[in-house]
């Protein structure tokens, strides 16, 4: 079965740097646009960044701009959130998702038919 397995958050200090991976089996990853989201406590799921299948064309929220980089690995299943000058408010469960569907970017989650488990991100201030 489809397993996307997320790992890295911990707690860092405002203005640090955190970087998550998402480990991905079940599924041809190279075929599968990949995302992340993330959802802060009494906050609704929300859209962090996107990934194209080859790797290109990154597509980020206006508010991780210039902050996060995500990159993916297709020989390795495997896709990262390289994320700097970390701030209180990212604080969140970030969460990997698949999509099978042909649109690019997609950036609602209804758009993503596979998610990890989450792995907790806290910036303390």
């Known amino acids: 079965q489809v397993q996307l397995v997320e790992s890295g958050g911990g707690l860092v200090q405002a203005g640090g740097s955190l970087t998550l991976s998402c480990a991905a089996s079940?599924?041809?990853?190279?075929?599968?646009?990949m995302g992340w989201f993330r959802q802060a406590p009494g906050k609704e799921r929300e859209f962090v960044a996107t990934?194209?299948?080859?790797?290109?064309?990154?597509y980020y929220a206006e508010f991780v701009k210039g902050r996060f980089t995500i990159s993916r690995d297709n020989a390795m299943n495997m896709m990262y959130l390289y994320m700097n000058s970390l701030k209180p408010e990212d604080t969140a469960v970030y969460y990997c998702?698949?999509?099978?569907?042909?649109?690019?970017?997609?950036?609602?989650?209804?758009?993503?038919?596979?998610w990890g488990q989450g792995t907790q991100v806290t910036v303390s201030s």
């Open positions: 990934i194209s299948l080859s790797g290109g064309n990154p």
């Open positions: 998702a698949g999509s099978r569907g042909y649109e690019y970017p997609a950036i609602v989650a209804p758009s993503y038919g596979y």
């Open positions: 079940g599924l041809t990853f190279s075929s599968y646009v």
